[in-house]
């Protein structure tokens, strides 16, 4: 194979000489709005591949092939979308004009072009009603179908990139959809955050109620969806695919109060304590790391009998150590706190295998390469409720706000 040699200005020159234009190709740049428009355009052109068709709306037809055709349509509506994605269009979808990949003889009969298309032949089938749905079913399936593209997804994406840090970091749970509450006592309100349909679905707006035809009071909502979609389903619909969405879940609000008090009173349910350790141990990299090197817990117990027996204890690096800081707490969840404190400093965690009095290797993971200062505004952000808005950059040695 012949070596790939770059073109020079010389070349360049040459080449025009000869009068062949030299074509520079230049990156092209899109927009995050352009980018979710041909992300959801190349679903199209997925099925288009896999079905050698168009998306329909059908009712009978799958909800992924209704939701891509209504995209289609909106993309039609556009002049600016259609000029975006006239380079990619390879399929011709935007024309309508789509050419069969299978070549359908002109003498076929009915029953193999039945057999070509994949439809088989049932007895009696003209006079079967198949796959009937109620009138219900068929508007909650609209209502799901007809998403759109959320234009001003910008506003909302950093609102999912947060609820799914405080997933899991453990300050958000999500908590199953209770059927047995009933389908009529559910509740969904503006601003709360749901998974449905395996998507993290926002409700943004609730519009004004009013009564369905079969008297329940209803709403038009509009919810924003994690993949770059919204809709303007109606609160009902929105519930009753809840109902039947076996992983459906309901995200918990975490702004629980706040995790201290200024000051303790007597009525006062003490939880425990958060402690901050500094190793005296010899290894070398203990020893280089000292004044940055913290192993942070917690512990419903006192701290002095914690770690009264440190120089044997792996967890505590087979060393004595001392402590440098203690935040006392009330009313909260320890093994929680502990797992979003540990969770949160993760990215500055001590990497380090030492061996236990058995010579057995040991990985201890509740060290953490972080200045004192950090540790004391972390506490302050769990204290006032805000921790679940910051993250700890190791570069710039701060706390920054997502």
């Known amino acids: 194979m012949a070596k790939e040699e770059k073109i020079t200005s010389e070349d360049d020159e040459l080449l025009a000489a000869l009068g062949i234009e030299v074509e520079v190709k230049k990156k092209a740049t899109f927009t995050a709005l352009e980018e979710r428009v041909i992300a959801g355009f190349e679903e199209i052109q997925k099925f288009v591949d896999e079905h050698n068709r168009l998306p329909l709306h059908g009712e009978d037809n799958d909800i992924f092939e209704r939701l891509y055709a209504v995209r289609l349509e909106k993309i039609k509506e556009k002049q600016e979308f259609v000029d975006l994605l006239k380079e990619f269009d390879y399929q011709n979808i935007l024309s309508g004009e789509i050419k069969p990949s299978v070549d359908i003889p002109s003498d076929i009969d009915d029953d193999e072009l039945l057999n070509l298309l994949g439809v088989e032949d049932e007895e009696n089938s003209i006079t079967k009603l198949k796959h009937v749905k109620t009138r219900a079913e068929k508007r909650a399936v609209e209502d799901f179908a007809n998403r759109t593209i959320c234009e001003d997804f910008e506003k909302f994406k950093p609102f999912f990139d947060q609820i799914k840090k405080e997933i899991d970091s453990g300050l958000r ?8 509450a009933g389908f009529t006592k559910t509740d969904l309100k503006k601003a ?34 994690s993949n770059g979609t919204e809709s303007n389903i109606l609160l009902r619909s929105l519930i009753r695919a809840m109902y039947k969405d076996e992983t459906s879940r309901f995200i918990t609000d975490p702004s629980l109060g706040p995790l201290f008090s200024g000051e303790f ?6 939880s425990g304590t958060i402690y901050v350790l500094r190793s005296l141990s010899k290894h070398p990299l203990v020893k280089e790391n000292k004044e940055v090197l913290h192993k942070v817990g917690v512990t419903g ?10 120089k044997n204890d792996p967890t505590f690096l087979m060393a004595e150590v001392e402590v440098v800081a203690t935040y006392k707490l009330a009313n909260i969840n320890r093994v929680k706190l502990e797992n979003i404190i540990h969770k949160f400093f993760n990215a500055v965690k001590l990497d380090i295998e030492i061996k236990d009095r058995f010579g057995k290797p040991v990985k201890p993971s509740e060290w953490f390469l972080v200045p004192i200062f950090i540790i004391d505004e972390m506490v302050d952000k769990i204290k006032d409720g805000s921790i679940s808005d910051y993250y700890y950059d190791a570069v710039t040695v701060e706390l920054k706000k997502y």
Do not use: W
């Open 173 to 180: 749970e999500t908590v199953r959809f209770r059927k047995d």
């Open 192 to 225: 709360e955050f749901l998974i449905v349909g395996g998507q993290i679905a926002h409700i943004a707006e609730i519009g004004e109620p009013f009564k369905a035809p079969n008297g329940e009071e209803d709403s038009r909502l509009r919810v924003i969806y």
């Open 265 to 270: 009173n007597e009525d006062d349910h003490q």
């Open 301 to 310: 117990g006192e701290v002095k009998k914690r770690i009264s027996n440190a």
